[in-house]
């Protein structure tokens, strides 16, 4: 009698101790997941408001005679080069036909558009008819269109369709904040080592 009582006392003590853990295990999963949202919500925060500082630096504007939406193509060319490497030329403010970028890399020539707009709009499919016009006139392989805002559906649907990349504002930020990295990585590379004895 007093081995079958142990045993029941025994399977019981397993028993909770399981479940303890499994509380346990329950209660910081939930801790993480919490911690996960406010990170991922603080990094959207930090993103809109670097978005909007963008944008409020390179809009246009009448009489503004510097960071002004041709200064936002230069700045997204040279995002371009640091990343990808290769070769970005700007082209005239006027007249350029839709193409406010070539991005010369070893797979050919890459057609660029740029808009500064604001972040809370949606760029419509117009600009992507353009740029595609535009691949097959110059007989480009690749196009994109960059935005500081971002495109609507159908815009969405057509670029698929006729092959031109979007990258929206958040995207955009992502590429910047890669190349800075990179930069950074390089420069690294690059500086004298100061020896542990000095």
């Given at each position: 009698?007093?081995?079958?009582?142990?045993?029941?006392?025994?399977?019981?003590?397993?028993?909770?101790?399981?479940?303890?853990?499994?509380?346990l295990k329950n209660k910081q999963d939930q801790l993480?997941?919490?911690?996960?949202?406010?990170?991922?919500?603080?990094?959207?925060?930090?993103?809109?408001?670097?978005?909007?500082?963008?944008?409020?630096?390179?809009?246009?504007?009448?009489?503004?005679?510097?960071?002004?939406?041709?200064?936002?193509?230069?700045?997204?060319?040279?995002?371009?080069?640091?990343?990808?490497?290769?070769?970005?030329?700007?082209?005239?403010?006027?007249?350029?036909?839709?193409?406010?970028?070539?991005?010369?890399?070893?797979?050919?020539?890459?057609?660029?558009?740029?808009?500064?707009?604001?972040?809370?709009?949606?760029?419509?499919?117009?600009?992507?008819?353009?740029?595609?016009?535009?691949?097959?006139?110059?007989?480009?392989?690749?196009?994109?269109?960059?935005?500081?805002?971002?495109?609507?559906?159908?815009?969405?649907?057509?670029?698929?369709?006729?092959?031109?990349?979007?990258?929206?504002?958040?995207?955009?930020?992502?590429?910047?904040?890669?190349?800075?990295?990179?930069?950074?990585?390089?420069?690294?590379?690059?500086?004298?080592?100061?020896?542990?004895?000095?």
């Open positions: 009698m007093v081995p079958e009582t142990l045993l029941v006392l025994t399977l019981f003590g397993i028993g909770y101790y399981a479940f303890h853990l499994y509380s993480h997941q919490h911690k996960l949202s406010e990170f991922l919500n603080s990094k959207e925060d930090v993103y809109n408001i670097l978005l909007a500082g963008m944008y409020q630096r390179f809009k246009k504007e009448e009489g503004k005679l510097v960071d002004t939406p041709y200064d936002f193509e230069r700045f997204v060319a040279k995002t371009l080069e640091v990343l990808y490497k290769g070769k970005c030329t700007v082209t005239p403010s006027s007249n350029d036909g839709g193409v406010d970028i070539l991005h010369y890399t070893n797979d050919g020539i890459e057609l660029i558009q740029v808009k500064c707009y604001d972040p809370n709009a949606k760029l419509n499919f117009e600009p992507v008819a353009i740029i595609h016009s535009q691949m097959i006139k110059q007989q480009a392989q690749k196009a994109a269109i960059i935005s500081t805002c971002s495109y609507s559906d159908f815009a969405i649907r057509y670029a698929d369709e006729v092959n031109v990349r979007l990258i929206d504002g958040k995207a955009f930020l992502e590429l910047w904040i890669q190349s800075i990295s990179k930069l950074e990585d390089e420069l690294l590379l690059c500086s004298p080592v100061t020896p542990d004895y000095a």
